[in-house]
């Protein structure tokens, strides 16, 4: 059989692109990819199995086919206001998607059982899916009087609004895989022995064996699979549900075989490891075919001119939209295991680079570029004047971070008067021995600061007392290993720790003040204060409020040796009496 590809660059342009794009016609067959000895016991046995990757089609789903043979078929579906179907997955989807890249159809809707899960709701309604929920059985017969379909016809027939394609009894849905799937089969492997494919409305495995059966050899084995009953795998259908389908099914398929979820969500999760990327439904064609191999055998199968049996599977589906089913039908065990599990428990909040300042934008955020955001309580500008603070923290705090004696100033904001008097005095050091520090009443971290803004020093307390920005809280963190996010078990003890002194200290809880006042963290190692500034802003999202909380890049250190660069520290204790 001669094969021409239309379309060898595979390019779509022009007003008709989609068009063309979502045309089998216009596409090259789809992938057939033999598995690996790995995936397939029965290759010493002489036994080919190949993967027929319908996921490959442009809605990434075997439904997509059925779905664009529908519409385009359909009298009303063009011009219908809505276009509802009972499914939750891909038949649905593919609707929306083709539907709105044909004409630009925007009324999809599908009717969903109130037991998907939240996840596959979520998929439906980010293609532009409308939801409708039912109650009641999930999988219905679709000749069920009571059933979903059922009223959904009768809806459609009452309604000239409505259009129901119905995929169930919908003959476009398996002529659009004899039409397509099929011929592109019996082009890449004219030997074909076997045909396997789960069952959910019975359109791929009637359309594709059909042909196969017609055109090819009918002594290909045709194996359909099923759910055990009460132990659906998502898309396929239990052999009672699917009995009553008007397709011509009867004298296409030869056998039936049954496969628990646990089973298909086990081999498609094998599947996708070695490459072929695939969901539930094409590990339970694959385990139903392996299972039907061993029960059978294969000395009855037609045979190729290598003497070679050839089987190929459908690959239906993809498994993300599945991902929390396959971590509840599998043990824990058959996946990796995830080392540093313990910052699972710490560190949840985003960082962003824009927080992590340098100097001058220290600088500049704590007095505006010309100064004018100073109001004279904001920055210590005299070292005789010290208004900083530590805050009261756990006996275990206190116990790891002994205050000096009368380290505490006690300075008004009327001790300095002009900016102007003088800009080495941006930040404060004072000898432990000078009168300034005598003793002071522990106060609240918000009676520190003015509406403008506040300084959150995490440094060691002997540290803070050396050197610190004005009207600076203390809130004494322990001494932690340089670039301890290398460490987890460092990251983990230091979050635990910041979070227990933030929670005893308040901080934690967004004040009202701190919607309109931007709060800076300083810190020694250059890393801590970053870890602050996320849980902080962190703590205000969790409310629903927004905090600006920043931190100095590089930590004290850096920003220290800038200021005193720049003379900001010429007339202050340098730590020589």
């Not at 002489?46 to 996921?55: C, D, E, N, S």
């Not at 086990?266 to 039907?292: D, F, K, N, T, V």
């Not at 660069?565 to 020589?576: L, Q």
Request: hydrophobic residues 35%; aromatic residues 8%.
């Amino acid at each position: 059989m001669a094969y021409t590809n239309p379309n060898p660059l595979n390019v779509f342009s022009g007003p008709d692109s989609l068009s063309h794009y979502f045309d089998p016609e216009q596409n090259p067959p789809l992938p057939l990819v033999e598995l690996p000895a790995a995936l397939n016991p029965f290759r010493k046995d002489g036994v080919r199995i190949y993967a027929k990757m319908l996921t490959a089609l442009p809605a990434q789903n075997v439904k997509s086919l059925p779905a664009l043979e529908m519409l385009k078929t359909s009298s009303k579906a063009r011009i219908a206001k809505r276009i509802v179907e009972a499914s939750s997955g891909s038949t649905v989807l593919s609707m929306g998607v083709i539907g709105r890249a044909l004409w630009g159809h925007e009324g999809v809707e599908a009717w969903v059982t109130n037991k998907k899960t939240r996840e596959s709701l979520r998929v439906l309604r980010f293609f532009g899916v409308g939801i409708s929920l039912y109650g009641g059985l999930a999988q219905q017969e679709p000749s069920d009087p009571k059933g979903i379909m059922t009223r959904l016809r009768r809806k459609a027939r009452e309604e000239e609004e409505v259009c129901y394609l119905g995929q169930y009894d919908n003959d476009a849905n398996w002529q659009s895989h004899y039409n397509h799937t099929a011929p592109q089969l019996a082009l890449q492997l004219p030997s074909l022995s076997v045909l396997c494919s789960t069952i959910g409305t019975g359109g791929c495995i009637t359309g594709t064996g059909r042909y196969l059966k017609s055109h090819l050899s009918s002594d290909i084995k045709v194996v359909g699979v099923c759910n055990v009953f009460g132990d659906p795998t998502p898309g396929p259908r239990h052999f009672p549900g699917f009995e009553s389908s008007p397709f011509p099914w009867r004298e296409t398929i030869d056998e039936f075989i049954s496969v628990k979820s646990e089973d298909s969500f086990r081999m498609s999760m094998r599947l996708s490891r070695y490459g072929i990327i695939c969901g539930p439904s094409s590990g339970e064609a694959l385990h139903g075919l392996l299972e039907w191999l061993r029960e059978n055998g294969t000395d009855e199968l037609k045979r190729d001119e290598n003497e070679e049996v050839n089987c190929v599977f459908l690959c239906a589906d993809l498994p993300y939209q599945y991902m929390e089913l396959y971590y509840q039908k599998l043990g824990e065990e058959e996946f990796p295991g995830i080392r540093n599990q313990c910052l699972l428990e710490v560190d949840q909040d985003p960082y962003d680079e824009r927080w992590f300042l340098a100097p001058e934008q220290t600088v500049d955020m704590l007095v505006g570029e010309g100064g004018e955001k100073y109001d004279g309580e904001m920055l210590c500008m005299v070292p005789s004047s010290c208004a900083c603070t530590t805050t009261r923290t756990s006996r275990t705090y206190r116990q790891q971070q002994q205050p000096f004696e009368g380290m505490f100033g006690d300075c008004s904001p009327g001790a300095v008067s002009d900016v102007s008097e003088s800009a080495s005095t941006i930040f404060s050091t004072a000898s432990p021995s000078s009168s300034v520090y005598s003793v002071a009443t522990t106060t609240s971290v918000e009676s520190q600061h003015s509406s403008m803004g506040k300084v959150i020093d995490v440094r060691p307390r002997a540290e803070f007392v050396q050197s610190h920005l004005r009207n600076a809280v203390n809130i004494p963190l322990s001494v932690t290993k340089d670039d301890f996010y290398g460490d987890p078990q460092a990251v983990y003890e230091r979050w635990k720790e910041m979070n227990a002194a933030f929670e005893e200290t308040g901080v934690l809880n967004h004040q009202e003040e701190d919607d309109d006042r931007q709060t800076l963290v300083v810190c020694s190692d250059g890393d801590s204060g970053k870890m602050a500034a996320s849980m902080l802003r962190g703590a205000s999202k969790k409310v629903g409020k927004k905090r600006e909380v920043f931190c100095v890049d590089g930590g004290w250190g850096v920003l220290e040796a800038w200021l005193r660069r720049r003379g900001y520290g010429d007339d202050v204790w340098d730590g020589v009496d």
